[in-house]
């Protein structure tokens, strides 16, 4: 069994924590947070143990009746953290790692230099044995899944516009809440971050910020080697996993309706992993294909932070690892 504890149990966290415990390779020591609030007290009533990132904040666990341990103390006895904390904590959070000479896995937020970038489907073999793995962001992540099925076909030129959501549903801080905010810094950072994982030379991504909290819509433009007919590209991401095709012509008209497919299909807290295409907008030009994809951005990472264990330890080939942690999540 490999022993785990993740650290930062917020949006992307609490998700892997209980992707970890799913799986029946792994066992979840714990998981750290700063601060004794209602997140921390359902974990308590799930059963999960609690540390505390922060030492001075023990009393106010205390306080609040928690028995907690000190996250410190807690990473002796681990095989691999699971780094959820927000962006650039991480990089801090990986001295304290590489001092008692731990593996660690982080999140998007992190800069590239932090480990091998990774994208289960796209780069599983590189992150063999590596002491740190970066998922990359949600989005990065969406744009190398679908972008790699499309590799085999040889790939001149990407040009994708990102409609980003603004703000978690679970998030009261960050905005708007009425207007679209352009990214006026062009490329946006995930042309840079797409070449982290796959070997595409040219690519331009500009992206603008929604009123939003459901999911991130990408639109595509991608010149391939030679043209194609628009049935093999639909074959080609229909047998791609954790891609998902969607149709209009079904309902699924928005991200609001892929929202509500992933909760008709029991998916826990209403996840998608899957990356969700609109079959009815790849379109084929030339040699230039156009398409539409949504993104969510609360899980469609899970997979990928699993994976990634299994990868960092050598302990199963990409193929048997995505085999297992897509029967675990319901990814068909
Ligand atoms: P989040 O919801 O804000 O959760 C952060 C967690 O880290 C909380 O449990 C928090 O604990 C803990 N934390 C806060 N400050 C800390 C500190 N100084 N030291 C240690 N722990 C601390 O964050 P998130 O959205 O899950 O993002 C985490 C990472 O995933 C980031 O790198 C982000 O870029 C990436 N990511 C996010 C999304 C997304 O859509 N949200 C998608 C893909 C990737 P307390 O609540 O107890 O303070």
């Not at 009533?45 to 009393?59: L, Q």
């Not at 516009?161 to 990214?183: E, F, H, M, Q, Y």
């Not at 043209?227 to 229909?238: A, G, L, M, P, R």
Request: glycine letters at 6%; charged letters at 25%.
């Amino acid at each position: 069994m490999v022993r785990i504890l993740v650290n930062g149990y917020g949006t992307i966290g609490k998700r892997v924590a209980d992707a970890v415990s799913l799986q029946k390779d792994f066992e979840l020591i714990g998981i750290a947070k700063t601060k004794p609030d209602f997140e921390a007290k359902l974990a308590i009533e799930k059963g999960y143990s609690i540390f505390c990132s922060i030492d001075k904040n023990i009393d106010l666990f205390k306080k609040e009746g928690l028995d907690v341990g000190k996250l410190e103390e807690a990473l002796d006895d681990v095989d691999v953290v699971i780094d959820g904390t927000p962006d650039g904590i991480g990089a801090q959070n990986k001295i304290m790692y590489q001092k008692i000479k731990k593996k660690a896995i982080f999140e998007g937020g992190e800069e590239a230099d932090i480990g091998v970038s990774f994208v289960a489907q796209c780069n599983y073999d590189k992150a063999i044995n590596a002491p740190y793995i970066r998922c990359v962001s949600c989005n990065t992540t969406g744009l190398c899944r679908t972008l790699g099925a499309l590799q085999g076909f040889g790939i001149e030129k990407v040009s994708a516009t990102l409609i980003r959501r603004s703000a978690d549903p679970n998030d009261i801080k960050t905005g708007p809440i009425n207007a679209l905010v352009p990214d006026v810094e062009i490329p946006s950072h995930h042309a840079e971050d797409v070449q982290t994982v796959l070997p595409i030379s040219n690519i331009m991504t500009i992206a603008i910020k929604a009123p939003t909290t459901l999911m991130h819509v990408h639109s595509l433009t991608v010149e391939l080697n030679e043209k194609q007919n628009e049935d093999t590209i639909i074959d080609t991401f229909k047998n791609t996993t954790r891609i998902r095709l969607v149709n209009v012509k079904d309902g699924i008209k928005s991200t609001a309706h892929i929202m509500e497919s992933a909760r008709d299909m029991g998916r826990k807290r209403g996840d998608m992993y899957e990356i969700c295409i609109w079959q009815d907008s790849i379109k084929i030009k030339g040699n230039t294909l156009y398409y539409l994809q949504a993104i969510h951005q609360e899980s469609n990472v899970v997979p990928e932070n699993i994976d990634a264990v299994r990868a960092m330890l050598n302990l199963d080939s990409r193929d048997e690892s995505i085999k297992k942690t897509n029967k675990s999540l319901g990814i068909i």
